[in-house]
């Protein structure tokens, strides 16, 4: 079960479609990391907004551009 997202991203790297691939990529990333460290994280630039709104004031809310110059975010409770 632990390594179902890691064979989803490698059966779907072969797929064509860069954009798919890298839309399901992030997703993927983004629920891993969350289920693991129990931080909110987006590595779409679209959520963040919907990520710091939810942070709240209690929360430790960042920004970071990633290495293909994409916006990400994360919200650490």
């Known amino acids: 079960m632990k390594f179902t997202p890691i064979l989803l ?6 797929c064509s479609s860069s954009t798919f691939k890298d839309e399901f990529t992030e997703m993927t ?5 969350s289920a693991v460290t129990g931080a909110d994280v987006s590595y779409r630039a679209n959520q963040c907004p919907h990520v710091k709104r939810s942070c709240g004031v209690n929360g430790d809310y960042q920004e970071w551009y990633q290495e293909n110059g994409k916006l990400a975010c994360a919200c650490n409770k």
Do not use: E, K, N, R
Not at 29 to 33: Q, R, S
């Open 29 to 33: 990333l983004g629920a891993v990391t």
């Open 9 to 14: 991203i490698a059966f779907l790297s072969s």
